[in-house]
């Protein structure tokens, strides 16, 4: 009887336990497990914020040889630009999106002023779509510290068929019919990002064969902040010399949203719902535009 008492015991004590824990993954403000509060962020309509890749504002001066006779050139997406080493490591930075570049008839020099570069390693991955093994439309970004702000989806017709189409992220379904080119983005129980399309009801639906083109940059998230120095690494004009002068040293950078900032940060995107009228509004938006900033609770 003693042993059957023990063992009773244990077991109700064992369900007690489990049970506890469970009602806790119920519920965003008593959840442990991420992918509860993410799963409970995402009824509110809120996607956690990945890491954020510093950024810095450079102008570039390119010399041309002598006998150049190129009237512009262009500064291609991801033209990679090396940072001053600090704690011993040198950042590469990248422009986002590209450029093209005029001749000054007058000094025969290239310049091109205010570029913005940011901070991170390129990468791009490619998906065919079946609709018989991906009933949902969905791939999975295997990288972890992604900057989802720096995500590019462009969507060739077939491999036979190079005709491509550039989707862009939804913001707001009620401006989205059956035929915008939109994607969206939520991120997974395995705590990656994820793309996923339209139903050809809300956004453009992928037909069979489509192939999924999707780039984007790895981030070191703050810690490529507070860099002031930058030379280019591409060859952008065979022959060519060129200058960088800093307009913004590399800041914004920021890492992905824990836990505790999902919790707080969610209900109150929710309550906003892209306005700004009461004081956790402009909470609300400020972090999820500048995320590096401190806001009070």
Do not use: C, W
Not at 77 to 105: M, Q, W
Not at 137 to 160: G, L, N, R, W
Request: aromatic share 10%.
């Amino acid at each position: 009887m003693s042993v059957l008492l023990d063992i009773l015991a244990y077991n109700t004590h064992y369900m007690g336990y489990y049970l506890n824990m469970v009602s806790n993954e119920m519920f965003i403000d008593t959840a442990i497990k991420r992918e509860s509060v993410v799963s409970h962020a995402k009824l509110l309509g809120y996607v956690p914020r990945s890491r954020i890749a510093a950024r810095a504002a450079i102008d570039l001066t390119i010399t041309p040889v002598a006998n150049d006779s190129n009237s512009s050139i262009i500064i291609s997406r991801f033209t990679r630009f090396l940072s001053e080493s600090k704690d011993g490591i040198n950042y590469i930075f990248l422009n986002p999106s590209a450029r093209v570049i005029s001749k000054n008839t007058t000094t025969g020099l290239f310049v091109a002023e205010n570029i913005e570069i940011k901070e991170g390693q390129p990468n791009a991955i490619t998906f065919t779509y079946d609709s018989q093994t991906n009933i949902k439309q969905s791939f999975e970004i295997p990288e972890s510290f992604v900057d989802t702000s720096t995500i590019q989806v462009i969507v060739q017709k077939s491999a036979e068929n190079a005709n491509q189409e550039t989707y862009i992220l939804a913001q707001d379904a009620t401006n989205v019919d059956s035929n915008a080119l939109v994607y969206y983005i939520e991120e997974n129980k395995n705590g990656k990002y994820q793309i996923y399309f339209g139903d050809g009801i809300i956004g453009k639906k992928l037909t069979n064969g489509n192939i999924v083109i999707i780039s984007y940059l790895i981030s070191s998230g703050t810690l490529a902040n507070g860099l002031k120095s930058f030379k280019l690494s591409d060859v952008i004009l065979p022959g060519s010399t060129n200058a960088i002068t800093l307009n913004q040293e590399s800041t914004s950078g920021a890492f992905a949203e824990d836990i505790e900032q999902i919790r707080f940060n969610a209900p109150k995107s929710f309550i906003a719902q892209n306005r700004a009228v009461t004081k956790n509004d402009y909470i609300a938006l400020i972090n999820r535009d500048y995320p590096y900033f401190v806001t009070g609770k």
